[in-house]
């Protein structure tokens, strides 16, 4: 289990979604097994625990299951909510069951099938909400970025230096993501920091890393 020292930001709550039907995986990425011996989902599960005693997870019951039977001794801080029929209906469900329990400062939502997100990473994005309402974390092209029409072929090229390619987890003051899942509930975003950009509200790009990869394909176990 992650040992790293938790923050002291007591009123963080946590959102790691967990709903994915895993179609080009082949079967629930979430249930398989890293090198560690450990799920997937799991493995994601224990990297916030030192981080926050509100961790709410929208997904199917067989991962509710998983879960519950291999973090029994955490049941006091895990939470579980139905999914959603997208990611930002799932990510609401999970607001949703913070505000019940009383709301939270702040809160992280983090991507169910990132398990190798570094404990540095989660501790800079609650320390950059001491300062930003949204916080991003992700990581700058390194590869040139051309943009193509519908038929494959090149329009142009553009400044990857300008190209930041999101990641989770992302971080928001928690009243400020609530009123945005509120007032565009009828639209489908997935992402929730494009929320705040679309009502006009600054959201801070935080540097990750490489290794914080979201697992889509069987061999990105590897």
Not at 93 to 121: S, Y
Not at 198 to 208: F, H, I, P, R, S
């Given at each position: 289990?992650?040992?790293?020292?938790k923050?002291?930001?007591?009123?963080?709550?946590?959102?790691?979604?967990?709903?994915?039907?895993?179609?080009?995986?082949?079967?629930?990425?979430?249930?398989?097994?890293?090198?560690?011996?450990?799920?997937?989902?799991?493995?994601?599960?224990?990297?916030?625990?030192?981080?926050?005693?509100?961790?709410?997870?929208?997904?199917?019951?067989?991962?509710?299951?998983?879960?519950?039977?291999?973090?029994?001794?955490f049941?006091?801080?895990?939470?579980?909510?139905?999914?959603?029929?997208?990611?930002?209906?799932s990510?609401?469900?999970?607001?949703?069951?913070?505000?019940?329990?009383?709301?939270?400062?702040?809160?992280?939502?983090?991507?169910?099938?990132?398990?190798?997100?570094?404990?540095?990473?989660?501790?800079?994005?609650?320390?950059?909400?001491?300062?930003y309402?949204?916080?991003?974390?992700?990581?700058y092209?390194?590869?040139?970025?051309?943009?193509?029409?519908?038929?494959?072929?090149?329009?142009?090229?553009?400044?990857?230096?300008?190209?930041?390619?999101?990641?989770?987890?992302?971080?928001?003051?928690?009243?400020?993501?609530?009123?945005?899942?509120?007032?565009?509930?009828d639209?489908?975003?997935?992402?929730d920091?494009?929320?705040?950009?679309?009502?006009?509200?600054?959201?801070?790009?935080?540097?990750?890393?490489?290794?914080?990869?979201?697992?889509?394909?069987?061999?990105?176990?590897?």
């Amino acid at each position: 289990m992650n040992t790293f020292s938790k923050v002291d930001k007591s009123g963080a709550g946590v959102i790691i979604t967990a709903g994915g039907v895993s179609n080009r995986f082949g079967s629930n990425k979430l249930l398989e097994k890293l090198p560690n011996g450990k799920s997937v989902i799991i493995t994601t599960i224990e990297k916030f625990l030192p981080f926050s005693n509100n961790i709410v997870i929208p997904c199917h019951e067989d991962v509710r299951e998983h879960v519950e039977k291999n973090l029994s001794d955490f049941s006091d801080k895990i939470y579980f909510v139905p999914f959603g029929e997208t990611r930002q209906k799932s990510v609401f469900n999970g607001l949703l069951e913070l505000e019940k329990q009383g709301g939270a400062d702040t809160v992280l939502i983090h991507d169910g099938a990132r398990p190798f997100i570094k404990a540095e990473t989660i501790n800079k994005t609650i320390e950059k909400l001491k300062e930003y309402k949204g916080v991003c974390v992700g990581i700058y092209a390194t590869d040139t970025i051309k943009i193509t029409d519908n038929t494959g072929k090149i329009i142009k090229t553009i400044d990857r230096n300008t190209v930041f390619c999101a990641q989770t987890p992302q971080g928001f003051d928690f009243k400020t993501i609530l009123d945005a899942h509120k007032k565009l509930k009828d639209k489908d975003f997935t992402d929730d920091s494009g929320m705040l950009e679309y009502l006009g509200l600054e959201v801070y790009a935080l540097q990750g890393s490489q290794t914080n990869k979201k697992i889509t394909f069987r061999e990105d176990l590897d």
